[in-house]
DNA sequence: ACAAAGTGTTACACTTACCGTAACAATTAT
DNA sequence: ATAATTGTTACGGTAAGTGTAACACTTTGT
């Protein structure tokens, strides 16, 4: 899965634990957002070390919010499911010459690229799960 | 090789061409940046198709810049390069669920993702491989 | 105590994508 | 003719991604 798709699929399953407002456990989820369980889990298991969804195990175990859908945004969400920067860009720094031009041209690129991931962490800590859920309904 | 990827070797293999300002073969352009003269062929008649870099055949063939370094821009070098939007952001559209949450999630994302592609392509359009070339002389 | 229902994680076969290189037709100057 | 060059295709090898199953561990109900 892309970054984008990871994200816009946890959103999915975020989204759905909001609205129905009581544990749900993986199958359920995964029925809902159209992904297998056991990868749903693995994406819910990143969730929860970041504090955003709390999980139990057990006959009524299940996922649920650990956190109001206005105190989770998706900068958060992003971070806990991909340990690389947002929608990583990269230069090829193999083979770099000795005249130092290329490392010049990487450095310009890293830079520019830096300056497109504070943008796009900016927008996305702006959006909050709530602002989402409430489009949808 | 990544989308960013590319462009960054493109940009590298078009600034050779400008600071040498004569015909370069795809051997000696590929030494410079580093990578395989046959995958440099292919990123170069690419360009070509843009009409931003010239080709010709021949013992005294090689490619040369079609247009002045201040009349290229990286937008156009991207768009050459890559047939996709800049810097694709996608999401999961498969086993899309009848009660439309999904579906309105993946259109509240595919918005997201084109703020930020406009805002990439604005910030690529404002650079121009002049003033790369000016960064790194 | 024991069974049932969960999560969290690992493993694995399968497919897909990617990479680097080679090869070759077409083209052009000598 | 010959040599050098582009443009494109092909291909074997390797890496990465996918979907599923499996299983240890935890928790609840009986």
Redo the contacts between chains.
């Keep these: 899965?892309?970054?984008?798709?990871k994200?816009?699929?946890s959103?999915?399953a975020l989204?759905?634990l909001a609205?129905e407002d009581k544990p749900k456990n993986s199958t359920e989820i995964a029925a809902?957002?159209?992904?297998n369980a056991s990868k749903l889990r693995k994406l819910l298991s990143m969730l929860g070390k970041a504090g955003i969804v709390k999980s139990d195990s057990g006959m009524l175990g299940g996922f649920s919010l650990a956190k109001k859908p206005n105190q989770i945004h998706l900068q958060e969400i992003y971070c806990a499911i991909e340990d690389r920067k947002a929608?990583y860009?990269?230069?090829?720094d193999?083979?770099?010459?000795q005249n130092g031009?290329?490392e010049?041209?990487?450095n310009?690129?890293l830079n520019?690229?830096s300056?497109?991931q504070v943008?796009?962490e900016n927008?996305m800590t702006s959006?909050t799960l709530k602002s989402?859920i409430d489009?949808?309904i």
Tied chains: 1, 2.
Aim: charged share 15%.
């Design positions: 899965m892309s970054s984008s798709t994200l816009s699929t959103v999915k989204s759905y609205i809902s957002v159209g992904i929608f860009l990269n230069v090829n193999t083979n770099l010459k031009a290329s010049k041209i990487n310009i690129f520019l690229f300056e497109i943008e796009i927008k959006i989402i489009k949808i």
